[in-house]
T-cell receptor
Framework: DTAVSQTPKYLVTQMGNDKSIKCEQN?????MYWYKQDSKKFLKIMFS???????INETVPNRFSPKSPDKAHLNLHINSLELGDSAVYFC????????????FGPGTRLTVT | GQNIDQPTEMTATEGAIVQINCTYQ??????LFWYQQHAGEAPTFLSY????GLEEKGRFSSFLSRSKGYSYLLLKELQMKDSASYLC??????????????FGTGTRLQVFP
């Protein structure tokens, strides 16, 4: 009965590789988000989708490409990984814009070596 | 610009009361959230204030003064399990479809016996 799930939980990869993180929510929410939390625990929004439409893109490098096949899923693909991409990536969802209470997934800890 | 300030760390004793402050400067303010994040886990929703005043929810209360750009989270009857980071997040309204949460860096609270 997990509300927001992410896979994988841990991801260790080398610089230059391409990787994907998947997110699914079973709450029936319309809006989904990707956040990045760096080593200083600062949580910053990257993208937001509402009903599969991109509504927020926070000046994230083009190497990051979100995809929402339907409103219950939001995936994040990262090309040409760099050391600075190492962080915890959280997916979240909320009921319809404007964003109200957001439910977060368990996070994906990405380590780039 | 947008700026959210919280103390980095606080300590308190089990059974005591602690107040975690948050000051913010942001355009298009549309509410303030408090989230709790235990180490290695996802943030979870604690409270939401959009009007001035105090919102009480069990042992936790949250206060907002929009004119002063100030909020606090009050935790009563502290328990060991309250040791966590507490994130203040401002809801910045850009348009109906694209408001977003801007998080502070969080306050790490340690509760001692």
């Amino acid at each position: 009965d997990t509300a927001v799930s992410q896979t994988p939980k841990y991801l260790v990869t080398q610089m230059g590789n391409d990787k994907s993180i998947k997110c699914e929510q079973n709450l029936g929410h319309d809006t989904m988000y990707w956040y990045k939390q760096d080593s200083k625990k600062f949580l910053k929004i990257m993208f937001s989708y509402n009903n599969k439409e991109l509504i927020i893109n926070e000046t994230v490098p083009n190497r990051f490409s979100p995809k929402s096949p339907d409103k219950a899923h939001l995936n994040l693909h990262i090309n040409s990984l760099e050391l600075g991409d190492s962080a915890v990536y959280f997916c979240a969802s909320s009921q319809g814009p404007p964003a109200y209470e957001q439910y977060f997934g368990p996070g994906t800890r990405l380590t780039v070596t | 610009g947008q700026n959210i300030d919280q103390p980095t760390e606080m300590t308190a004793t089990e059974g005591a009361i602690v107040q975690i402050n948050c000051t913010y400067q942001t355009s298009g303010f549309n509410g303030l959230f408090w989230y709790q994040q235990h180490a290695g886990e996802a943030p979870t929703f604690l409270s939401y204030n959009v009007l001035d005043g105090l919102e009480e929810k069990g042992r936790f209360s949250s206060f907002l003064s929009r004119s002063k750009g100030y909020s606090y989270l009050l935790l009563k009857e502290l328990q060991m399990k309250d040791s966590a980071s507490y994130l203040c997040a401002v809801r910045a309204l850009r348009s109906y479809n694209t408001d977003k949460l801007i998080f502070g860096t969080g306050t790490r609270l340690q509760v001692f016996p």
